[in-house]
Structure formats: structure tokens, C-alpha cells
């Protein structure tokens, strides 16, 4: 005599037999129950063994989908992010009264039965007969996981999700031989397993764990008697029997599941009745799904690393192979975020910039030698009402940033000069650094044909103030960020030097596109993302090593009950400049904290060096700084290009004008400060740049927080470069107005977050 599996059930030669024995009829019923046409019934029955013997065996059984935790660096939760919220338990992890109750109210002779209820079919068929439509059906509850495995297959498709569900008389086939062999390969308790950690409560939950935290706000192990009858009551009709939207259809529900249960002699009728009194007492937790519910403040880096794991080959060949495998979730994604960098991000932002300026601000945190992202946030938050956006202004438009990133300023001469060391300029390299001069011409490229400053008027730059007349020294055209100065080194060494430097930094434009090959570049008139700039800046303080960024430092993924390790990307570290070059640039940015543009943005309690920039018609004001352990960049401006920082009111704080050293720099100063408060402070390796001599420049009034640093590119044209000061008027006003419907900005603009930012040419 064959022998019944561990689970209960019959054997496969059983049920085989039992099947074979009557096939035709199954095939008859079935067609009787899913379809109300009687008239199918004939047409069922003559194909219906043919169709089951041509199926394949086997059925695939897909992972289930889970919800996937995202963690920071000490592995505390950011967020939780899923598909369909889902916690596969085991069955020894959901209450015994979940058991009986599904099983009572769903499939009754579940124990007794194979994959096929005989009983069931011809009680089934009779009363639709009687009712001439489908009055009851008679899936068992092996049938009903099998339809549910198909459904979780075809995912978030809905044609294929149409077709796993549709009521033919193929697909009940299909199904009735999938059956079979889940049967026989699982055994009763392990499919009543998958069941319960498949099927669809309602309310997004996928499974009991996820239902019963979404009604009861506790383990599946722990509902009691009424509350596992009125989960089991919901599976039949989640959407009718919703307990949060109608609180008396699902208490009529949940008593009918009590008394089947009593009916069964699962419980007696007096714990039924007595159950049957109970309110619902339900204590709804809402989903909390996605990257707009991570906490501190990180609902960007959170999509961010979002974008990573669907933009990068190590989690699989194809976009298609990287988005299933992470709809299917599952996965603990620990990440490089830093909570007290994050804190302290956030933090800054909040004390400088309120969500309802006209202005937005961004600030990303990286760690040199190592590429990891401590901290990344914004003063709008995530999200789609008025003063929030769902783009990330701190990275490139790949990854849910700007289009086109944001227009930098001087913070992009350091890659200039870095370049020249390289080339062998000494760093007591002098020009001449006139106030106002043309772009010089010829400057050679890489590609050998020269830049060339033509056209019926040609280009031109100027400096800040008429003061400021060289000739200069490298350090001290740094520290006041002198325009001429930088537009004759770059004519001097030639475009080329300076695209291998930006090539080494990984540089590009927020687009991704490279860098143009024109003298302007110097005066950062390209668009670029906080974070390339951080990451660059990191170079320099890693003594020339530049690492490219990461966010996740490990991912699990749960498949069954076991923990499966995935790789990840790996920061890839590679020398951009010699030491004594990164040296050099340390020394001379130190200066530009110390006593230069970028004196409010300077640390009191360890080495800090960086750069301000400011942009044509103070649209955007940038600080780049780091320390030997962390490098930051800080944005301010508006997404989409089109707020004039002049009289305006930002974090409360009224300002005459805006510049790098004035609002990004004390932004940049309190984040550090907080980021790095307890870390034992380290030091530049200094280089002895010989004094090239005082020279009285004349009193220059607020001079320390002017920043000379502009530069934006309107189709090539720099004449209008940025003033600055607070003395009164005394330097002078750009020289350039652009046309008017030069710039194009969304319509929404700045005033509430939402514009999609660089809509400008």
C-alpha cells in the first residue's frame, strides 16, 4: 500500500489514479464552475485530457516578492521599499488559529483530499447547475496557491496578470496539474506554508506577517482567535471585506469564518459565540513604503541608491534583469551613509535655508581615499506638494538630478591649477592679470585645432573690481579668485592639460557629457553636480587619489529562510595628480579659508581648505571645501536657473547679494563642524610657496567675502561677470545683460521646488 506523505494527503500513484479515473468529468466540472456558459460543458470534456498531458511537469516557482530594508552604515533603518509588502514567515511563526481559520473557511476537507476536492467539484457543480451561473467554486486551496504563484509571476504586468487569473477551462487545467505536483512535492503543511505567505490581504499586504502588522500592528504568531478569523474572512474578497473602509461587512465576515470554524470542530460553538461578541479592535499601521518615508532627512540618498542598484551591470546584465530582481525584493542594503554626517547635513540646511525660499540648496558629504557618501541632502523635501521636488539636486540627471546640473563658478579653478602644477608651472607661477582683457587667442586642444576668439565682438573677461590690477601670483590670485589671472593660465598651458585633469577627476557635466574645450571652462561655466564636485575636491585631500563614489557597502538577499550576499560596485581608486601637486593645491586652498573668498566658511578646530564660486547674475553660489577626512560641496541657487540672488531673503537672512563665502560657506562650515565633531583632527602636508612680495592693492573693504568666481556659459558669452561686495556700490555692475527669453525655466520653477532644474541652454 502506498504510503501517505509526512503532510497528509494521498500519494502521487493515488492521486494519479483518482485523476485518471476521472478526467473528463474534471474537465466538464471545472469548465462548469469557471464559465456560467453550460453549453462549454461538452467541448471541455473531449479536449480536457489531451490539453493536461501535453503540459510540462513541472511548475516554476518564483521567489516571492518581499519588501527590501534599507540600512545606514551602523545598520540603523533608513526606509523600506517594495514591490509588495511582504515578510515570508514559517508556519510554526503564525498563530494555530490562523491555521484552522484559513483552512476552514477556504478548504475544509484540506487534510482528507489531494490536489483535487471530488466532493467539492460535484457539490459545486450541482448548485451551479441549479443557480445557472457560478453560484460557488471548488478550488482547493493547493488550486488557489498554484492560480497565486502564477499572479506573483507575472509581477506587476497586467496582461500577463489577466491571463494568470482569466476563467478559461486551459488554465484550470494548468492549474489542476500544477496541483498534483505541488502535492506530491511539498506535502499539506508547506503549502498551507506558501499560502499563507502568498496571497493578498488587502491594504498593499502580501502574506499574513505583512497583513497582520497592517490591521493589528503585531506578529502573525500572536492574533487571537477573532483577529485570525478576520484575516482568513478578508482572502476571498480583500476589496469587499476591507476591515479600515468597512468595519460591518468585515465583522459579518470574520463570524461567518467563527462559525464555519465551530462547524468543523476546529472551536467550540461557545468560543465561537463569544468570539463572534468581540469588536475588532484593529490598530492599522500605514504602509510605510518607499524613499519618501526614510528618516533623517535621506529620502534622496535613499533614491539614489535606488538609481545605483538599477543603473549598475553588477546587479545584472540588462535593466530588465536589475528591475526584477529588485521588485522582488528582499534584500538588507547596508549603505555608506554616515547618521551623524546625515544629522548634521540636515541640520545645516534647516538653519540656513527655509523649504519655501526661492532658492533651493544641496550638500553631499564624501570620504576621501574611500569614495563614500556620508551625508546627501537638500532644503526642499521629497516629495510632489508646493516647496518639495523629487529631484536630487546633488547628482547628475542619470541618476534623478537636474538636468544638466548647476553652473559652478571659480570652484573649478583648483582643476585648472592643478592642471598647471602637473604641467610644470611653479606654484610662484605670475601673470600679468590685467582688470579687463580679451579672451587670449589662439588656445590650443586636444584635438589640435585651436580655440579661436572670434566673431565681429570678441570675448572678454573681467575681474571683480577695478582694484584688482596683477600682476598675480598663483596664491594670491587664488585666494581672491582673480578671472584674468586664470583666463592666462589656461591660455598658457593649453585647453588639453585641463581636460586630462577633469577626465582624472571623472568631471562631466550633469548630463554626463564631457566638458567643452573653451577658455570659459575656467570660469566654471559648465554645469556639474554637487556630488562630481565633492568627489573631486576629495582628490585633493587624498593627496591625488581620486576614489569614484559608492553608497552601498553590502547587500543580503532572503530567499526561502536563508541569506544569500550579492556583490556590489566597488569604489575604484586611481591617482589623478601627483602628491606635491594635491599638496600644493591644499596649501593654496587653506589660504582661500584662511584669508581669502572663503573665510566664513573656514573650521576653527582643524585643517579645512576650499573654493567659492559665484555665477553670472548670482543665479548660483557655490562652496567646495574639505579636510584631510571629508570633503563636501554646498549648493545654492534655484533648479531652474531663473532667481537673481540680489535683495533676497534666504533661511529668514536678508542679503544684498549672495556669493560663495556668504551663504553656501557657513552652510558647508556647521555640516562639517557636525560631521566631523568628535574625529580626531588631521593635517594638510604643508608646501613652502616662497612670498612673492606685499603689494598695497588698496582697501577693498569686505574684500574676504567677495567671490570673483563666475562664470556662466549663455551660449558663450562671458562678458557679464558676477560683482560682489557689501561696501556700498563700489564694485562694479555686470557688463552684460542677456537677452531677454534667453533663459528657458520651467514654469514652476524655484517658487516651489518642482521645476525639473537647467532648463537653460
Known amino acids: 500500500m502506498p504510503k501517505k506523505r509526512s503532510g497528509g494527503g494521498l500519494s502521487a500513484t ?60 551602523r545598520g540603523d533603518h533608513i526606509a523600506t521599499v517594495y514591490s509588495r509588502d511582504r515578510t515570508v514567515v514559517e508556519l510554526k511563526d503564525i498563530s494555530p488559529y490562523m491555521q484552522k481559520a484559513i483552512v476552514a473557511i477556504e478548504d475544509s476537507r484540506f487534510y482528507q483530499h489531494g490536489a483535487v476536492d471530488l466532493k467539492g467539484v460535484l457539490r459545486a457543480l450541482n448548485r451551479n447547475a441549479q443557480s445557472g451561473g457560478v453560484a460557488e467554486g471548488a478550488s482547493t486551496l493547493t488550486q488557489q496557491y498554484v492560480k497565486n504563484v502564477f499572479v506573483e509571476e507575472a509581477g506587476d504586468d497586467p496582461t500577463k496578470v489577466a491571463q494568470a487569473t482569466q476563467q478559461t477551462l486551459g488554465r484550470k487545467i494548468r492549474e489542476l496539474k500544477f496541483a498534483i505536483q505541488v502535492e506530491e512535492e511539498l506535502g499539506k503543511k508547506k503549502i498551507l506554508e506558501n499560502y499563507l505567505n502568498i496571497t493578498f490581504f488587502g491594504q498593499q499586504a502580501y502574506g499574513v506577517e505583512a497583513a497582520s502588522q497592517r490591521y493589528f500592528s503585531k506578529s502573525a504568531k500572536d492574533l487571537s482567535l477573532p483577529e485570525a478569523a478576520l484575516l482568513a474572512g478578508i482572502v476571498q474578497s480583500p476589496s469587499r471585506y476591507d476591515p479600515v473602509n468597512d468595519e460591518a461587512e468585515a465583522t459579518k465576515r470574520r463570524n461567518v469564518v467563527l462559525q464555519r470554524m465551530a462547524e468543523v470542530g476546529d472551536i467550540s460553538q461557545a468560543d465561537a459565540d463569544e468570539a463572534m461578541r468581540e469588536p475588532l479592535r484593529l490598530k492599522v499601521s500605514r504602509p510605510q513604503n518607499g524613499c519618501i518615508t526614510a528618516v533623517k532627512g535621506a529620502s534622496f540618498f535613499c533614491k539614489y541608491v535606488e538609481k545605483v542598484f538599477l543603473n549598475d551591470p553588477v546587479f545584472g546584465k540588462t535593466k530588465e534583469e536589475r528591475a526584477k530582481l529588485w521588485n522582488q525584493g528582499g534584500l538588507t542594503v547596508r549603505t555608506t551613509l554616515d547618521p551623524q554626517a546625515q544629522e548634521s547635513v540636515q541640520a545645516s540646511l534647516k538653519d540656513h535655508v527655509n523649504k519655501d525660499d526661492q532658492v533651493a540648496a544641496a550638500t553631499t558629504l564624501v570620504e576621501p581615499g574611500t569614495g563614500k557618501i556620508l551625508g546627501m541632502g537638500q532644503s526642499k523635501p521629497y516629495g510632489y506638494n508646493k516647496n518639495e521636488t523629487e529631484y536630487n539636486y546633488s547628482v547628475d540627471s542619470s541618476m534623478g538630478g537636474s538636468n544638466y546640473g548647476f553652473p559652478t563658478g571659480s570652484t573649478f579653478k583648483p582643476f585648472v591649477a592643478a592642471a598647471a602644477l602637473e604641467e610644470g608651472r611653479p606654484p610662484t607661477q605670475e601673470y600679468s592679470s590685467p582688470y579687463r582683457m580679451e579672451y587670449p587667442s589662439p588656445v590650443q586642444t586636444c584635438s589640435g585645432k585651436p580655440w579661436v576668439n572670434v566673431g565681429p565682438k570678441k570675448e572678454t573677461v573681467e575681474n571683480e573690481d577695478k582694484s584688482e590690477v596683477g600682476p598675480y601670483r598663483l596664491e594670491e590670485a587664488t585666494a581672491k579668485s582673480v578671472n584674468t589671472y586664470y583666463v592666462q593660465m589656461i591660455s598658457d598651458i593649453g585647453l588639453c592639460p585641463v581636460v586630462k585633469m577633469t577626465d582624472n577627476l571623472h568631471v562631466v557635466q550633469g548630463n554626463g557629457d564631457k566638458l567643452p574645450e573653451m577658455p570659459s571652462i575656467a570660469l566654471g561655466a559648465k554645469g556639474i553636480s554637487p556630488l562630481t564636485m565633492a568627489t573631486a575636491y576629495a582628490a585633493f585631500a587624498a593627496r591625488g587619489m581620486y576614489c569614484t563614489p559608492i553608497a552601498i557597502e553590502s547587500i543580503t538577499q532572503k530567499i526561502g529562510n536563508e541569506q544569500k550576499s550579492l556583490p556590489v560596485p566597488k569604489s575604484t581608486c586611481s591617482r589623478a595628480m601627483s602628491e606635491r601637486t594635491a599638496d600644493t593645491i591644499n596649501t593654496l586652498l587653506r589660504g582661500v579659508v584662511d584669508s581669502g573668498t572663503g573665510q566664513e566658511a573656514g573650521l576653527t578646530d582643524r585643517d579645512s581648505a576650499g573654493k567659492t564660486g559665484t555665477t553670472d547674475e548670482r543665479r548660483n553660489a557655490w562652496f567646495v571645501g574639505y579636510t584631510p577626512n571629508l570633503a563636501g560641496a554646498v549648493w545654492v541657487g534655484s533648479a531652474t536657473q531663473q532667481v537673481e540672488m540680489e535683495g533676497i531673503s534666504i533661511g529668514g537672512v536678508y542679503h544684498d547679494k549672495v556669493y560663495g563665502g556668504r551663504v553656501p560657506g557657513p552652510i558647508w562650515r556647521d555640516a562639517m563642524t557636525g560631521a566631523l565633531a568628535g574625529k580626531e583632527p588631521a593635517s594638510f602636508n604643508i608646501v613652502d610657496i616662497p612670498d612673492g612680495g606685499d603689494r598695497d592693492r588698496g582697501d577693498r573693504g569686505d574684500g574676504g567675502n567677495n567671490d570673483n568666481g563666475n562664470g556662466d556659459d549663455r551660449g558663450g558669452l562671458i562678458e557679464g561677470l558676477t560683482n560682489g561686495g557689501t561696501d556700498g556700490g563700489r564694485f562694479p555692475d555686470p557688463t552684460f545683460s542677456i537677452p531677454e527669453g534667453w533663459i528657458q525655466g520651467g514654469s514652476n520653477g524655484g517658487n516651489n521646488g518642482n521645476g525639473n532644474g537647467g532648463n537653460w541652454p
Open 14 to 73: 493515488q492521486q494519479a489514479a483518482k485523476f485518471l479515473g476521472v478526467s473528463v468529468l474534471a474537465g466538464a466540472v471545472m469548465a462548469g464552475i469557471a464559465l456560467p456558459a453550460v453549453g462549454a460543458l461538452g467541448l471541455a470534456a473531449k479536449g480536457s485530457v489531451e490539453s493536461f498531458d501535453e503540459l510540462p511537469a513541472n511548475m516554476k516557482t518564483p521567489p516571492l516578492s518581499q519588501r527590501t530594508t534599507i540600512l545606514d552604515s
